[in-house]
């Protein structure tokens, strides 16, 4: 329908306007004739540009509710903090001097002090830069203790302004895996599973659940534990980040615990990937139900085709009383080995439903658009000089 539309409509318009009197490329002067053959090549070629690029457009728009949002994580290497500066500007502007016929225009250099910063960035592994807080820097510039001048902004001024001189500092990383300062971001990726009326689609969520277990990256919420009811430490939270940190970058993977209290059935975790609509490919999800540290059930899901890293961790966080130190170790020692992300191009095949809307939006907006190209062609577009004198008899 959507290559169909945009060759059949400007031809059904080519064949009416051949087909009645308008443009007759076949009968009258020839002068006549041949300004009429012009607006219609000038039409046939407009009219199918237009219309291609209407019906891609709105297939597109029509496309991106099948791309989700997926959490990924990297590390920061060095972070930096750029004191304000100034430097001495020019612009060129243009003034006016008269009145109507005698209105003549001029241009001036104009000499401005511009002031930049301060400045506070982050650097992650891939080379990256972000924005941070002054409050964030001072944090991690304690914590990584190796803050050093690494250069200076020369400041300059016009006029009787102050001149203001910036110094540049940076901290590193220390390498050490302790101290990361872990980064993360929302991307998007085409999931067709979600959208598609494939056997591999769960059950349609209730507005309950969806409240209730909305579906974290869409939420922009990138933290690695989730929790129904049992309260973690915040230290502990944090080395959950700085492994996600670890694994993130090199095994492209995102790892998120949903905890629940004691008495929680087993039917939670259906509930939960339902409103989710499945787990995203990168999520490697851990649910379990705690009373205190013991467990009372552990499930894990993903996208995985080998589930071996659901056995594994499973099998271990049952064995065991739960902490999320000990959780954290799990991950490093079975990611590494045991997980492989699975890839989606495997699923290319399946065939998303547009929403009807979008395709008649389409067949309006191309409708609209013949009728605006003809009256437009038809008014502006005129024959030369010299046919208009032949067709004069002049």
């Known amino acids: 329908m959507w290559l169909i539309i945009p060759v059949l409509l400007p031809a059904l318009a080519i064949v009416g306007i051949l087909a009645s009197s308008l443009w007759c490329i076949t009968i009258g002067k020839p002068a006549e004739r041949q300004l009429n053959k012009k607006k219609l090549l000038i039409f046939s070629v407009a009219s199918f540009l237009i219309a291609g690029g209407i019906s891609a457009g709105l297939y597109g728009f029509g496309c991106l509710k099948y791309w989700d949002k997926e959490v990924w994580h990297f590390k920061v290497l060095r972070i930096q903090h750029e004191e304000k500066w ?58 990584w203790g190796n803050q050093q001048q690494t250069g200076i902004h020369k400041g300059s001024a016009s006029g009787w302004n102050t001149a203001i001189s910036g110094r540049i500092f940076e901290c590193k990383w220390p390498n050490d895996l302790e101290l990361i300062y872990p980064w993360d971001e929302i991307h998007h990726y085409k999931n067709k599973v979600r959208y598609s ?21 869409d939420k922009d919420n990138t933290d690695p534990v989730i929790s ?26 995102h790892t998120i615990l949903v905890a629940f209290g004691p008495g929680t059935p087993r039917t939670v975790v259906d509930d939960v990937l339902s409103a989710w609509m499945g787990v995203n490919k990168n999520e490697l999800v851990t649910f379990v139900a705690l009373n205190g540290n013991k ?38 020692k079975y990611v ?9 191009r495997d699923f290319d095949y399946l065939r998303i439903e547009i929403h009807w809307g979008w395709q008649l939006g389409s067949i309006l ?25 032949r067709l004069q008899g002049l």
């Open 197 to 217: 009326h494939s056997v591999l689609k769960l059950k349609e969520p209730t507005r309950g659940l969806l409240e209730i277990y909305p579906r974290p990256a």
């Open 295 to 332: 467990v009372e059930w552990c499930e894990v899901q993903s996208w995985m085709d080998d589930t071996t890293i659901h056995g594994s961790l499973r099998n271990e966080i049952m064995g065991q009383d739960f902490s999320l130190p000990r959780y954290s170790d799990l991950l490093l």
């Open 336 to 344: 590494p080995t045991q997980w492989k992300k699975k890839n989606f």
């Open 228 to 253: 129904y009811g049992p309260v973690f430490g915040a230290t502990d939270v944090e080395r959950m980040r700085r492994t996600n940190a670890r694994l993130g970058p090199s095994y492209l993977v």
């Open 86 to 143: 100034t430097t001495h500007e020019t612009r060129t502007e243009t003034y006016y001097t008269g009145s109507g016929k005698n209105r003549t225009s001029h241009t001036r250099t104009v000499h401005y002090t511009e002031t930049h910063g301060p400045y506070w960035t982050a650097y992650d592994e891939t080379g990256s830069k972000h924005s941070i807080p002054a409050s964030k820097y001072d944090v991690w510039s304690r914590v």
């Open 365 to 389: 907006l191309q409708l609209a658009m013949l009728l605006g190209t003809f009256v437009v062609i038809n008014n502006k577009v005129e024959m030369n000089p010299w046919d208009s004198l």
